[in-house]
């Protein structure tokens, strides 16, 4: 079964600084999609960033980035340039057809 | 920009009572999907919906649970018998290839 594993479950940063968040899976399919979802105080999940495995290019959006090592199964986030807004718990997601699995999360705080 | 909805986005039931959560995709999506959250743990996913029927389901996803697209925009998810434990947050995504986009949830409280 896949399962994905954030090992940090609460992270703090300076606000503009650069801070990232680590995620593992466990799968044994080759083609298949991560995600990294926000979930704010108000608990809706937003979207932050998406990679499809069979890219090699890591994806970026605006401040956000990842690290995908496919072969070590490995699909970090990195924020940069923190803001306030950015404090929220951080969800690392993995799908494969319609099966999607979260980790448990990543607290972050942003220090002003 | 279109968005997933959810009603309500809060309610609040006995234990042993039917719910039904209700929830309006994005119009042009071809998946739909439901995920619970207890509070302070991880979004689980309980089932997806494609063409009229059950896609996929979780071992969560038992017999007291059921969905529906009743019509041409509402995806529902019943409960027929709450059980105290399902007290939880509920998320409707929907979905027209990869990425899947959340409505705001409907907090489900079970007294």
């Known amino acids: 079964a896949q399962t994905v594993t954030q090992s940090q479950p609460e992270m703090s940063v300076q606000e503009a600084e650069t801070v990232t968040l680590s995620c593992t899976y466990d799968?044994?399919?080759?083609?298949?999609?991560l995600f990294w979802y926000k979930q704010p105080p108000s608990r809706q999940m937003i979207l932050v960033i998406r990679?499809?495995?069979?890219?090699?290019q890591n994806a970026t959006e605006n401040r956000f980035s990842v690290n995908f090592q496919k072969a070590a199964k490995s699909f970090s986030l990195k924020i940069s340039d923190s803001q306030l807004g950015d404090a929220a718990m951080y969800f690392c997601?993995?799908?494969?057809?319609?099966?999607?699995?979260f980790g448990a999360g990543t607290r972050l705080t942003v220090k002003p | 920009e279109p968005e997933v909805t959810q009603t309500p986005s809060h309610q609040v039931t006995q234990m042993g009572q039917e719910v039904i959560l209700r929830c309006v995709p994005i119009?042009?999506?071809?998946?739909f999907y439901w995920y619970r959250q207890i509070l302070g743990q991880k979004v689980e996913f309980l089932v997806s919906?494609?063409?009229?029927?059950?896609?996929?389901k979780s071992e969560i996803f038992d017999d007291q649970f059921s969905v529906e697209r009743p019509d041409g925009s509402n995806f529902t998810l019943k409960i027929r018998s709450t059980k105290l434990e399902d007290s939880a947050m509920y998320f409707c995504?929907?979905?027209?290839?990869?990425?899947?986009?959340f409505g705001p949830g409907t907090r489900l409280t079970v007294t």
């Open positions: 995504a929907s979905t027209r290839s990869y990425e899947q986009y």
């Open positions: 799968t044994s399919e080759s083609d298949y999609y």
């Open positions: 119009s042009n999506h071809l998946y």
């Open positions: 919906f494609y063409n009229n029927e059950i896609s996929e």
């Open positions: 997601a993995y799908r494969w057809h319609n099966d999607m699995r």
């Open positions: 990679q499809e495995a069979y890219k090699q």
